[in-house]
């Protein structure tokens, strides 16, 4: 049995857990989110606890066994206290801007970077080199993060590109030329 999935979870007060058949519901005062089970997977929800369990004993099901839950634990967390995560932007001329949904990026190429905001994310600019990404949903969250630094990711003898607030870039020593003489 997965030591991770047979953890009982503690579901907070103002937070209501639905079920029907494969898909679950989890609402709270911040946002709701709704995923699909496997079908290997079951829940039980009683008294404000919620129980995950598995039908089989496969290694399919002992993997989604313990995901499920951890999944299920981020969602609970998520809909009291979302999730963030904060990007520098680090370089000459290089700056985000919202219009709308959407995410502009300027970074150091010839036309502006757009992408567009998922839906149930929040996107706020303190600063024009600041990015904070906030969420319901870690994987989301996380992921949106992700794309964006992926399209100036930092490099290593300048400095310059997208970074995460708390990362740390190895900076490299250039090269050096000597004349031969």
């Known amino acids: 049995m997965s030591r991770i999935g047979r953890k009982p979870l503690k579901i907070a007060s103002g937070v209501t857990v639905t079920s029907s058949g494969a898909t679950v519901t989890v609402k709270g005062p911040k946002a709701s989110i709704t995923m699909t089970l496997p079908p290997s997977v079951k829940i039980d929800v009683k008294s404000g606890v919620l129980t995950v369990a598995r039908e089989g004993d496969g290694q399919f099901e002992r993997a989604c066994h313990g995901m499920v839950r951890s999944i299920l634990e981020n969602h609970l967390a998520g809909v009291v206290t979302p999730y963030t995560r904060t990007l520098d932007i680090q370089g000459v001329g290089y700056q985000a801007a919202l219009k709308g949904r ?3 990026l ?17 996107v706020d ?11 319901a949903d870690k994987q989301q969250v996380g ?23 708390d990362e740390r870039v190895e900076r490299k020593a250039g090269k050096t030329f000597s004349s031969a003489g």
């Open 102 to 104: 959407k995410l502009g």
């Open 106 to 122: 300027k970074a150091g190429f010839s036309n502006e970077v757009v992408m567009e905001i998922p839906a149930g994310l929040q």
């Open 125 to 135: 600019l303190p600063s024009a080199t600041r990015i904070i990404v906030s969420g």
């Open 143 to 165: 992921e949106f993060a992700a794309c964006v630094r992926r399209v100036r990711p930092p490099e290593p003898y300048n400095g310059k590109g997208i970074r995460y607030e």
